[in-house]
């Protein structure tokens, strides 16, 4: 049975540039939902895709977007990056929006 | 403002000691308190939800306890397998189990 798998696992990008991340949820889960969380912290709550729509939004900018698409896989884009954009990012998916979420291994960003 | 705040921030404890993990959250409409275990530069492990005060789930060593401000996590006889970060989060609203507000987390180090 897979778990949530995500590419690439680690990326280094010049500030200013556009980066995509990529998620596939557990065997026979529909939501995903992102986070950000920054080295010693805890993650913070970027974004959930239920049904392809963003459904809820944390308290992150435009420059952060996503996508879903038919097979529940998804996407988190970021424009125009800050150094304070690095970061791992991390996806997790559940059986509807409103119950348990089980994450992946992350995306390591890193932005210089 | 709904919070959660995670102490100590860090644990250092030799094999077989026992201890605890706090997690105080001021929250209205709680739907779920949720416990995670973080190792280093992988993605959180879901351990436990608790839904009301009085309840208690365990799971090998660990055991996770639920009041109306706090929850513990109880590590018995901890091994240095069990050095890890723990994370605890609440989910509120529709989106419960998937918008999670995470506290700091509390690094444990097991040393044998």
């Known amino acids: 049975d897979a778990g949530v798998t995500q590419s690439p696992t680690h990326l280094i990008k010049t500030r200013g540039q556009q980066v995509t991340l990529r998620c596939s949820p557990k065997?026979?889960?529909?939501?995903v939902s992102w986070y950000q969380q920054a080295l010693g912290q805890g993650p913070q709550f970027i974004f959930q895709?239920?049904?392809?729509?963003?459904?809820q939004r944390g308290n992150f900018p435009d420059r952060f977007s996503g996508h879903q698409f038919p097979n529940y896989s998804s996407e988190l884009n970021v424009n125009a990056l800050l150094l304070g954009d690095s970061a791992l990012y991390l996806c997790?998916?559940?059986?509807?929006?409103?119950?348990?979420?089980?994450f992946g291994e992350g995306s390591w960003l890193t932005v210089v | 403002e709904d919070q959660v705040t995670q102490s100590p921030e860090a644990l250092r404890l030799q094999e077989g000691e026992s201890s605890s993990l706090n997690c105080s959250y001021t929250?209205?409409?709680?739907?779920?308190l949720f416990w995670y275990r973080q190792d280093p530069g992988k993605g959180p492990e879901f351990l436990f939800t608790?839904?009301?005060a009085g309840e208690e789930k365990e799971k090998e060593r660990l055991k996770a306890t639920l009041t109306k401000k706090e929850s513990f996590l109880h590590i018995t006889a901890p091994k240095p397998e069990d050095s890890a970060t723990y994370l605890c989060?609440?989910?509120?609203?529709?989106?419960?189990?998937?918008?999670?507000?995470f506290g700091g987390g509390t690094r444990v180090l097991v040393k044998p």
């Open positions: 997790a998916s559940s059986l509807g929006p409103g119950n348990t979420i089980y």
């Open positions: 065997s026979g889960h529909d939501t």
């Open positions: 895709y239920y049904e392809e729509e963003e459904r």
């Open positions: 929250v209205s409409g709680l739907r779920g």
């Open positions: 608790l839904y009301s």
């Open positions: 989060a609440f989910g509120k609203g529709k989106a419960a189990g998937n918008k999670l507000t």
